[in-house]
Nanobody, 123 residues
Framework: EVQLQASGGGLVQAGGSRRLSCAAS????????IGWFRQAPGKEREGVSC????????YYADSVKGRFTISSDNAKNTVYLQMNSLKPEDTAVYFC????????????????WGQGTLVTVSS
């Protein structure tokens, strides 16, 4: 079974940067799309970004375009989410997930989920 481990959360000031990591195990990396989702208190879980490890195609939510960058190190089976120009509204628990090739930013397209990592952006 695919196992995912998200890390890198913490407290950051508005305007600052943070990099999240998602390490995947027991998986053939190229067979999956890895997505990042976030869930703020009282809100639905929303897709932030995803990357197809076989094609390199990426998708971003409009709210993070130009600020967040997703990348993949296939040798390490790790996907990164570089978050720049952070805003208080980016505060959320961030989750990584694995879905089949073709998955985009819909949470129901993903079958495997890691535990979340909390990012708090102070104003």
């Amino acid at each position: 079974e695919v196992q995912l481990q998200a890390s890198g959360g913490g407290l950051v000031q508005a305007g600052g940067s943070r990099r999240l990591s998602c390490a995947a195990s027991d998986v053939t990396f190229d067979d999956y799309v890895i997505g990042w989702f976030r869930q703020a208190p009282g809100k639905e879980r929303e897709g932030v970004s995803c990357i197809s490890n076989s094609s390199g195609i990426t998708y971003y939510a409009d709210s993070v375009k130009g600020r967040f960058t997703i990348s993949s190190d296939n040798a390490k089976n790790t996907v990164y989410l570089q978050m720049n120009s952070l805003k208080p509204e980016d505060t959320a628990v961030y989750f990584c997930a694995a879905g089949s090739v073709g998955a985009k930013l819909g949470r129901y397209e993903y079958d495997y989920w890691g535990q979340g990592t909390l990012v708090t952006v102070s104003s």
